[in-house]
């Protein structure tokens, strides 16, 4: 099955810092989102990738910035973390088509920005 | 309307009951939808598609009703198990890229009691 891999589980930030979040995923997937999950907001979609070096803006992304250098990899980067970044944020993966592919989604990396 | 809008619940029901959940969508455009499943503190996993024949996956019915622009899900003889939020996900086929985006609800919490 399709494995998509976020680095980190929790991480604890401070107002300002830069903030990494990296995600990997293992099935050659052309598509790879990013969306942060808010209690009462539900999924929001922040930025997302149909290829290499190619991103879109999604709903939401004021305050970040990504990079996709390799196929696999989608990096999402914080570039100076505000408490309103305080979230869970989601990777998912998908085949490029008709837009009827499975969404694969990471386990999640809950960010407290302090 | 709300791009997708579902009733957020909780739905409290018995084992063996049947539950419906629905949802409604504002763009006529949208050519995809899906019901995914998300437990508590874990990632949304892709339940079932929406096709607009309508399609049964075991216990669990999914209706498209195009016209209405509205989506059903149909859970016979609930499980324990069952318990999770149901997320309803529409394509939005004005971003760029062959495939359109997903819009997702903010999802319908089920809790199946013994």
Redesign the interface.
Known sequence: DVKVTQSSRYLVKRTGEKVFLECVQDMDHENMFWYRQDPGLGLRLIYFSYDVKMKEKGDIPEGYSVSREKKERFSLILESASTNQTSMYLCASSRGGSGKEKLFFGSGTQLSVL | RKEVEQDPGPFNVPEGATVAFNCTYSNSAS??FFW?RQDCR?????LM?VYSSGNEDGRFTAQLNRASQYISLLIRDSKLSDSATY?CVV?R?N????????I????TKLSVKP
């Open positions: 050519q995809s995914y874990k990632e949304p996993k892709l598609s997320l394509s086929s971003y760029g890229g062959s495939q359109g985006n997903l997702f609800g903010k999802g």
